[in-house]
T-cell receptor
Framework: AQSVTQLGSHVSVSEGALVLLRCNYS??????LFWYVQYPNQGLQLLLK??????LVKGINGFEAEFKKSETSFHLTKPSAHMSDAAEYFC???????????FGKGTRLSVIA | DGGITQSPKYLFRKEGQNVTLSCEQN?????MYWYRQDPGQGLRLIYY???????QKGDIAEGYSVSREKKESFPLTVTSAQKNPTAFYLC?????????????FGEGSRLTVL
């Protein structure tokens, strides 16, 4: 069965510092991997996704993630945090287009001025 | 504009009452989903439907019911049997089989039981 583990329920960084949000997954087949962002009282918005091909994936708002099969990881990074990046971030995994996404518990990112 | 519309945004209910949350999409997506979100617990799947007139239970279906009479609509009823219904509910959809399972979300409905 698929599962996702997000390390750290809350991460705090200074404005301009590196953002690193960790995600590890388990899957019996090559997975599809996603990062979503959620602002308070809103739905989820796709940041980026890995399907096949290049393992370094670039998304919106300057975020990127790297699929590392040997480490079963899909960590999200951004070189320089902005105040507007403060939100909750969810990692998700899917084994096919016909199975529901399985989500991690989320990581709340705070950005300190 | 295409998208997913959830209503109401906020809903209050007394214990023992059933409530229905609406979800409508005009994306021509085949599959629709309901997730429940609680602080610190991420998103948990309640029900999903991949075609009209068919749906499957997710991980936490007890106390909930759904219907899928039209492709565009997937309402969720929170029944009085749901012991802890206060939560944020998210509806999502995807084009079944055509991609990787990427979901498109509505803005959510927050249910509070008084």
């Amino acid at each position: 069965a698929q599962s996702v583990t997000q390390l750290g329920s809350h991460v705090s960084v200074s404005e301009g510092a590196l953002v690193l949000l960790r995600c590890n997954y388990s899957s019996s087949v090559p997975p599809y991997l996603f990062w979503y962002v959620q602002y308070p009282n809103q739905g989820l918005q796709l940041l980026l996704k890995y399907t096949t091909g290049a393992t370094l994936v670039k998304g919106i708002n300057g975020f990127e993630a790297e699929f590392k099969k040997s480490e079963t990881s899909f960590h999200l990074t951004k070189p320089s945090a902005h105040m507007s990046d403060a939100a909750e971030y969810f990692c998700a995994v899917s084994e096919s287009g016909n199975t529901p996404l399985v989500f991690g518990k989320g990581t709340r990112l705070s950005v300190i001025a | 504009d295409g998208g997913i519309t959830q209503s109401p945004k906020y809903l209050f209910r007394k214990e023992g009452q059933n409530v229905t949350l609406s979800c409508e999409q005009n994306l021509n997506h085949d599959a629709m989903y309901w997730y429940r979100q609680d602080p610190g617990q991420g998103l948990r799947l309640i029900y999903y439907s991949q075609i009209v007139n068919d749906f499957q239970k997710g991980d936490i279906a007890e106390g909930y019911s759904v219907s899928r009479e039209k492709k565009e609509s997937f309402p969720l009823t929170v029944t009085s049997a749901q012991k802890n219904p206060t939560a944020f509910y998210l509806c999502a959809s995807t084009l079944r089989g055509a991609n990787t399972g990427e979901l498109f979300f509505g803005e959510g409905s927050r249910l509070t039981v008084l």
